[in-house]
């Protein structure tokens, strides 16, 4: 199995890129997160989950960190969770991040996930305590250890923003991670959104 990729970003798409490999080019499935810093001609590292099925044969899913690879095995480990949820709930909610929603039992915030309903969320949050997450165990984030409640990213609010005013969450996700690359990570909020409406007008 393939377990990690070094080459030549050929093309980014909506959900998978195609990396060149010394002529071979392997097409990786990635969060939109992971997309958005991927760029055409820029050399990139991928950790790399394999996945079989019967049906689908070889399916690479592709991520920039470890522990976010780490985070994707562990979330693929709960029923109901397939290989799309869990780049979806990793998309709102990086390893860390994910790990305080869990310890909070924050089951709202991992429901802003796409394809996760409030059942699921449910499921997820349970399911996770105490397990490996990444780099960390979901054990070493008790509400106790912080005087208070983790922030939702900036990025993520943003895009629940724009959700609210009717734009779908794959293009509110598009245009929120050009914006914040544009701007820098300490981007304020309402800048942040305000740079995403525009880019939603171009």
């Known amino acids: ?117 409030p059942k699921l969320a449910l499921r997820i949050v349970t399911e996770l305590k105490g397990k490996p997450l990444g780099a960390g165990t979901v054990a070493g984030f008790t509400p106790a250890a912080t005087s208070e409640p983790a922030r939702a990213t900036v990025s993520g609010e943003a895009i629940a923003v724009l959700m609210g005013l009717g734009v779908a969450e794959p293009q509110a996700r598009r245009v929120v991670e050009a914006a914040a690359a544009r701007l820098g990570e300490d981007a304020e909020p309402q800048v942040l959104i305000k740079a995403a409406l525009q880019e939603l007008g171009r």
Do not use: N
């Open 1 to 117: 199995m393939i377990g990690r990729l070094r080459g030549t970003v050929a093309e980014v798409g909506e959900e998978e890129a195609l990396i060149d490999v010394m002529g071979v080019g392997y097409v990786v499935r990635c969060g939109s997160r992971t997309l958005a810093r991927l760029a055409e001609g820029m050399d990139a590292t991928l950790q790399v989950e394999s996945h079989w099925g019967e049906q689908t044969g070889l399916t690479l899913y592709g991520f920039l960190a470890r522990d976010e690879r780490g985070a994707f095995v562990t979330l693929r480990g709960i029923q109901g969770v397939g290989p799309k949820a869990a780049l979806a709930v990793l998309d709102v909610l990086p390893p860390a991040e994910l790990a305080a929603a869990v310890a909070r039992d924050d089951k709202a915030l991992v429901a802003r996930a796409q394809g996760v309903g």
